[in-house]
């Protein structure tokens, strides 16, 4: 009948070692014909007997501590738990780091693992997780060209990953977390390729309200760089939330800088081709108080800067001036409509004076168009400006008409009229006066007393 082996311990093999040394030594007192202190010389049959026993106690400690030797007895950590290879360990550490390793210089590797072989898919070379607020895989690179983490696919299937990172969002593990965070001193925190047609070099997705695919920070350089020569340099999508995010960290340097050497479009949007843009806090109501950085590019070209008031309003920078007056609102001429619906604009009378006497020689008549008209053709709080003809009829003799913005002196004409005519009129571009003329016109008689008339055919927002 076979007999089964039983593997034999680290622990137990040290006590079979220390059991033979003890045993051994008892034996050479024996051989010696030492005898213990204070005990009775022993006869010559005592003696013989017991080093027989002795010997059979030696030989068989002896044969065990061999057979233990022969055996395959697995690799064990300084714990003596036992290091398996191709089997799952899972093992519970009191501090963060599951395995650290260092790796000699290059081209040395500190953690190297290939999985998968030929024809097969779905592998994993390393797999780092933590649950508990740590790091799943942290890789440093130290040298001129040293990578802390370099993932690579030989596959060219449309699943196959380089590197993936994923941070849980649900449960027990909601929280700030990050998928993969790529730092660097000097050289690229994160640098991808890709040589295969139709694949993504970096592709980051997100579908969790609040959150980020790709967010990147930039205390001095460029935060993403990414350049394609026949295809998308940078590709991102969201289910819920930004898909991209920059960050710069200096005055001088720009979140995003994307350019297109072969004359295309720097920035191309699909999807919905919408542009979310933050107002700017320095512009409040009104241009921006700073004075906008002057950028050169290439061939000498200058770089300028648009950004959004808290009103809406869409302010450009120009050459000339400084802090504000560097700035320049770019307003829309609005003849349709103010629902949205493409409708053409219902030009209206804003003021006619023949319900009552002439205005007299020397007389200002301010007037307000804020919320003047109806339906969607009334003029709009936000309105600039607004586009009319003024018209002067009845008058006693000649003289002149000015329209201006609500508490501005003028002594320009927009209508000259004379006498034989029954009435005579002048288109006009007028802005609003602001302060506590806020959507106010004004028109200043010249001249002679006459009626006036202000139609509106558009304005400005």
């Known amino acids: 009948m076979a007999i089964k082996e039983e593997a034999i311990s680290g622990a137990e093999l040290s006590e079979l070692k220390a059991l033979i040394a003890d045993q051994q030594q008892r034996l050479d007192i024996l051989e010696s014909r030492q005898a213990a202190p204070d005990v009775e010389a022993p006869t010559k049959q005592q003696r013989s007997t017991r080093r027989q026993l002795l010997k059979l106690a030696g030989a068989t400690l002896v044969g065990a501590a061999g057979s233990a030797a022969l055996r395959a007895v697995p690799a064990a950590?300084?714990?003596?738990?036992?290091?398996?290879?191709?089997?799952?360990?899972?093992?519970?550490?009191?501090?963060?780091?599951?395995?650290?390793?260092?790796?000699?210089?290059?081209?040395?590797?500190?953690?190297?693992?290939?999985?998968?072989?030929?024809?097969?898919?779905?592998?994993?070379?390393?797999?780092?997780?933590?649950?508990?607020?740590?790091?799943?895989?942290?890789?440093?690179?130290?040298?001129t060209f040293g990578t802390g983490v370099f993932g690579?696919?030989?596959?060219?299937?449309?699943?196959?990953?380089?590197?993936?990172?994923?941070?849980?969002?649900?449960?027990?593990?909601?929280?700030?977390?990050?998928?993969?965070?790529?730092?660097?001193?000097?050289?690229?925190?994160?640098?991808?390729?890709?040589?295969?047609?139709?694949?993504?070099?970096?592709?980051?997705?997100?579908?969790?309200?609040?959150?980020?695919?790709?967010?990147?920070?930039s205390q001095f350089g460029t935060a993403i760089r990414s350049g394609s020569s026949t295809s998308t340099a940078l590709f991102a999508y969201s289910g819920n939330s930004q898909a991209i995010q920059w960050i710069a960290g200096s005055s001088t340097y720009a979140g995003i800088g994307g350019g297109n050497l072969g004359g295309g479009p720097d920035i191309k949007l699909?999807?919905?081709?919408?542009?979310?843009?933050?107002?700017?806090?320095?512009?409040?109501?009104?241009?921006?108080?700073?004075?906008?950085?002057?950028?050169?590019?290439?061939?000498?070209?200058?770089?300028?800067?648009?950004?959004?008031a808290d009103d809406g309003a869409l302010w450009i920078s120009g050459t000339t001036g400084s802090g504000k007056a560097k700035w320049r609102r770019v307003n829309a001429v609005r003849v349709d409509t103010a629902d949205g619906t493409g409708?053409?604009?219902?030009?209206?009378?804003?003021?006619?004076?023949?319900?009552?006497?002439?205005?007299a020689a020397g007389s200002t008549t301010v007037v307000v168009v804020a919320g003047a008209g109806s339906g969607a053709s009334k003029i709009p709080a936000d309105a600039v400006?607004?586009?009319?003809?003024?018209?002067?009829?009845?008058?006693?003799?000649?003289?002149?008409?000015?329209?201006?913005?609500?508490?501005?002196?003028?002594?320009?004409?927009?209508?000259?009229?004379?006498?034989?005519?029954?009435?005579?009129?002048?288109?006009?571009?007028?802005?609003?006066?602001?302060?506590?003329?806020?959507?106010?016109?004004?028109?200043?008689?010249?001249?002679?007393?006459?009626?006036?008339?202000?139609?509106?055919?558009?304005?400005?927002?």
Do not use: C, M
């Open 152 to 217: 690579y696919t030989y596959s060219s299937s449309s699943s196959s990953i380089g590197v993936r990172g994923q941070t849980f969002s649900y449960g027990a593990f909601t929280g700030a977390g990050v998928g993969v965070l790529a730092s660097s001193a000097g050289g690229d925190g994160l640098h991808a390729a890709t040589t295969a047609q139709s694949r993504r070099a970096i592709y980051a997705y997100t579908s969790q309200t609040g959150s980020v695919g790709v967010a990147a920070y």
């Open 385 to 461: 400006a607004i586009i009319g003809n003024l018209t002067a009829t009845q008058y006693t003799g000649t003289g002149f008409l000015s329209i201006a913005p609500g508490g501005v002196t003028v002594g320009t004409s927009t209508v000259n009229f004379i006498t034989g005519q029954t009435a005579i009129a002048n288109s006009f571009i007028v802005g609003l006066g602001t302060g506590g003329n806020a959507g106010k016109v004004q028109v200043k008689v010249a001249g002679h007393a006459t009626h006036i008339l202000i139609d509106v055919t558009g304005y400005l927002q």
């Open 77 to 143: 950590a300084a714990n003596g738990d036992a290091l398996l290879v191709g089997t799952i360990r899972d093992q519970d550490l009191n501090n963060v780091t599951g395995i650290s390793l260092i790796g000699a210089a290059n081209p040395g590797r500190a953690l190297y693992s290939n999985a998968g072989g030929s024809s097969v898919g779905g592998q994993t070379a390393i797999w780092g997780g933590n649950f508990n607020n740590g790091r799943g895989v942290v890789g440093y690179g130290g040298g």
């Open 270 to 308: 699909g999807g919905s081709g919408r542009i979310v843009q933050l107002a700017n806090i320095s512009a409040g109501v009104g241009a921006p108080s700073y004075t906008p950085v002057t950028y050169t590019g290439g061939g000498g070209h200058s770089y300028f800067e648009s950004v959004r």
């Open 343 to 359: 409708a053409p604009y219902a030009p209206f009378r804003l003021y006619d004076s023949r319900s009552g006497a002439k205005k």
